[in-house]
């Protein structure tokens, strides 16, 4: 049986089955163990173009989360659309959605 990906939030409901992070997942399949085969290590190029396709995966699932918890990183406190209605715009669709990024992130503006 393949392992099921579930958020830590599925998790705490109460799901019986086993949460692993994308991330943890793809660090077992790079482990390297004594007496056993990993075609994935023999890949050469192949290896490269699927450590860097797994990254652009567990970032795009980080981003995801960033973008679906904006109360929980508490984005409320960024005055984006106030900014904006205060400098005069009164469209809509000029004003954009803003997602806020926490300080952590790597590559964030803070």
């Known amino acids: 049986?393949?392992?099921?990906?579930?958020g830590t939030q599925s998790c705490a409901?109460?799901?019986s089955r086993l949460?692993?992070?994308v991330?943890?997942?793809y660090c077992y399949m790079l482990q390297t163990r004594p007496a056993i085969f990993n075609p994935?290590?023999?890949g050469a190029r192949l290896l490269q173009q699927w450590a860097v396709d797994m990254y652009v995966k567990?970032?795009?699932c980080r981003l995801r989360w960033y973008k679906k918890n904006q109360t929980q990183i508490r984005a409320d406190l960024y005055k984006g659309v106030v900014d904006a209605i205060t400098s005069g715009e009164t469209r809509a669709s000029a004003v954009g959605v803003r997602?806020?990024?926490p300080g952590t992130y790597p590559g964030g503006d803070r």
């Open 58 to 60: 567990i970032e795009s």
């Open 1 to 6: 049986l393949y392992p099921h990906f579930y």
């Open 13 to 15: 409901e109460g799901n």
């Open 23 to 25: 991330r943890d997942y």
């Open 99 to 101: 997602i806020v990024l």
């Open 19 to 21: 949460c692993v992070s």
């Open 40 to 42: 994935i290590l023999c």
